[in-house]
């Protein structure tokens, strides 16, 4: 597909609001799941510490 001027793209034919709300909530939906599981694995990091030290004790 091939687009004559920066407006033509963005305004993608009269799909722009769909193409650009999935394209929005695909990477709000990627950046929550990587967050999550970003503090998902640093709490665990965190009950392997705690366990260790108190396996030590």
């Known amino acids: 597909m091939s687009f004559e001027t920066i407006t033509a793209f963005l305004a ?3 799909y722009a609001t769909y193409v ?3 394209y ?3 990477v709000l939906t990627l ?3 990587l ?3 970003s ?3 640093r709490a ?3 009950r392997q510490g705690s366990r ?3 396996e030590e004790a």
Do not use: I, K, Y
Request: aromatic letters at 8%; a positive charge.
């Open 52 to 54: 260790r030290r108190s």
């Open 20 to 22: 650009f709300a999935s």
């Open 12 to 14: 993608m034919g009269g």
């Open 24 to 26: 929005g909530l695909t």
């Open 39 to 41: 503090r998902r694995h």
């Open 35 to 37: 967050l999550a599981e």
């Open 44 to 46: 665990w990091l965190q």
């Open 31 to 33: 950046g929550g799941l």
